[in-house]
């Protein structure tokens, strides 16, 4: 059974950051693509970064610059760091597998003064 497991979350001011980390239970996790979604209310699923088996990054134009994402394959663990955070960066941000239905429970970004 696949299991993604996110944390980090919390309250924070614009301008701030976090650290979002998933830990998947796959023993295949080194091989596969992973991506962090978020979903604001009222507004659709959106991808926000992915990582490919090879390192490869690839990132929405509203957090380019701004988040990084990076994996431990020895931990079977996924990161999200998310720097110079805006009131629009407010939503719940899940861990996934691209071209899948598996996704985590979500953790919650609410960023606010």
């Known amino acids: 059974e696949v299991q993604l497991v996110e944390s980090g979350g919390g309250l924070v001011q614009p301008g701030g950051s976090l650290r979002l980390s998933c830990a998947a239970s796959?023993?295949?996790?080194?091989?596969?693509?992973m991506s962090w979604v978020r979903q604001a209310p009222g507004k659709d699923l959106e991808t926000v970064s992915t990582?490919?088996?090879?390192?490869?990054?690839t990132y929405a134009d509203s957090v380019k610059g701004r988040f990084t994402i990076s994996r431990d394959n020895e931990k079977n663990t996924l990161y999200l760091q998310l720097d110079s955070l805006k009131t629009d960066d407010t939503a719940m941000y899940y861990c996934?597998?691209?071209?899948?239905?598996?996704r985590g429970q979500g953790t919650q970004v609410t960023v606010s003064s």
């Open positions: 996934a597998i691209p071209g899948s239905t598996y």
């Open positions: 990582i490919r088996s090879d390192g490869t990054t």
């Open positions: 796959l023993f295949t996790f080194s091989y596969l693509a």
